[in-house]
């Protein structure tokens, strides 16, 4: 975990007792902890590796802030302090450029990307166009939003950074990688003479040079090409908007040494070129629109694979007496569920079935819809957590094989019941995939007749929302991105490699 964390469980598990970063940082050189790293700023380097862990790990890292600049390890009985991120303030009076919903449906909905940039140009012209307060466009489905959304490009390579907390974008344009710059067209960006598109272009050119150090004479016709466009209506964030998308050339501008020279904005980190063959890379880890950017844009020369990436130092094949698999429909956990069951000898418990026993009810005979609004009444009653925990035990408990594997557990309560009940002997392995990509796998095992909107539906059914608080629990996430192939093959080679043929 590199030499500064190192240096801060030994000298905090010493004491006894949180410590100021200074101090710390000061015993740790004292004590030679630190010998071999360089930089003239310890006690920064110090506050940033502590304060990178607490935020990627969360409550799973070994450390926790109890005020600023103060740490304590994690099983210190102090109570944790969250800093409240500064954050650019959206004016009440602030105004952005939206058309109606109804006009994207006339025109021809999709999710995704679509490169019939022609068919939806039309959305932009004045007379489909309005300025709308932010605060009235951020509650109203009835409107789109209208986003930018360049990709920089340059010899071969992308611009990719992360999205820090100073920034007044919404959450869906943050994430951990992000290849995407631009933001809404404002008020400002409107004028009388550009009926045509509302201001729209002005709003990029503007954007793009106050994230970056790009001369607004650079864009031209040659060098920003308007690409395609991009709907996402996976999430109620994502119906607010409607995005257009560029690719912004840069292979002729002059002096330029790095990615970082470029960088304007506060909120823009990281900033580097990235080679396209490279952003397959860490897919898992960008923002849902870049995903999305790059199977459009850059399919032809990224490899896009299924990961599995267990939590440090742990080894499925030490903990594989009880495992509970948990995604959300259509994630891929059936089809990992049928290999450990099929393959590996496990007995499965299908909890889905279990609450239906409950109930008294079935998904045939009442449907799912039913069912989940049922279930979800079931779980959150006062009584549900435990009853259905206390179930799923007694079924464990008069199974006669030695692995168990629990199926679907959508409360998180439960599972945390559960696994006290079973002395925490429970691993937990979570699947996760992209909308679109569960869209696929859902279809081709259960209905092909579903529509992407009645399959939104049941993904953001009450009952269902608990699932994504599973996964900063998960002692192993499985990243199901690519084709079926590529998840079957990498599913079952960690499995053979923790569990045995």
Known sequence: MGKFLEAAEIILRRTGQPMNVSKLTEQALADRLLDGCNGDTPIQTMKAKLSVDIKVNGTRSRFKRIAPGLFALREAATEEYVARPFQKTVRPSES???????????????????????????????????????????????????????LVRRRGAVLRFVRGAYSSVQSFLKGRFCI???????????TLFDTSDSGYL???????????????SFMNDDNLQLVGVLNDD????????????????????????????????KSINQLRFVPVSM?????????????LCIQAFFRGSV??????????????????????????????KTEASRMLLEQFGYDVVNTGELVQEILGVSIKEAGRGRVQTL???????????????????????????????????????????????????????????????????????????????????????????????????????????????????????????????
């Open 234 to 265: 996976s999430s109620i964030v994502g119906k607010l908007h409607f995005a257009f998308i560029h690719i912004l050339d840069l292979d002729d501008l002059p002096e330029m040494r790095s990615g970082s020279s470029l960088k304007r904005e």
């Open 202 to 216: 002005n709003s990029v050119k503007r954007e793009l040079t106050e994230e970056l150090k790009i001369d607004e």
């Open 96 to 150: 952005v450029l939206v058309f109606p919903t109804r006009l994207l449906k006339e025109t021809g909905w999709f999710h995704g990307t679509s490169r019939d940039v022609g068919r939806y140009l039309p959305l932009l012209r004045s007379e489909n166009t309005k300025a709308l307060s932010r605060l009235e466009a951020e509650t109203s489905l009835m409107y789109k939003q209208v986003i930018s959304y360049v």
């Open 375 to 501: 279930a979800h009444t079931f779980i959150q009653s006062p009584t549900g957590p435990e009853t259905l925990a206390e179930a799923i035990y007694q079924r464990i408990a008069r199974s006669a094989k030695g692995r168990q594997l629990i199926d679907g557990l959508r409360n998180v309560t439960t599972f945390e019941l559960l696994k006290r009940k079973l002395d925490g002997q429970l691993t937990l392995i979570y699947v996760d995939s992209t909308v679109d990509n569960a869209f696929l796998f859902y279809r081709s095992r259960d209905d092909q007749r579903v529509s992407f909107e009645q399959f939104v539906e049941i993904l953001q059914h009450p009952v269902e929302s608990d699932i994504p608080n599973f996964l900063p629990l998960a002692n192993v996430v499985i990243y199901n991105h690519g084709s079926k192939r590529s998840y079957q093959e990498t599913v079952l080679k960690y499995f053979r490699q923790e569990l045995g043929s």
């Open 180 to 190: 995407g710059f631009g933001g809404h067209v404002e008020g400002g960006d409107i």
């Open 303 to 332: 490899r896009i694979r299924c990961r599995v990436h267990p939590v440090r130092n742990f080894s499925l094949g030490r903990h594989s007496t009880n495992v509970a698999l948990v995604g959300t429909v259509g994630s891929g």
């Open 279 to 291: 952003l397959g890379d860490d897919y898992e880890k960008y923002e849902y629109w870049s995903k």
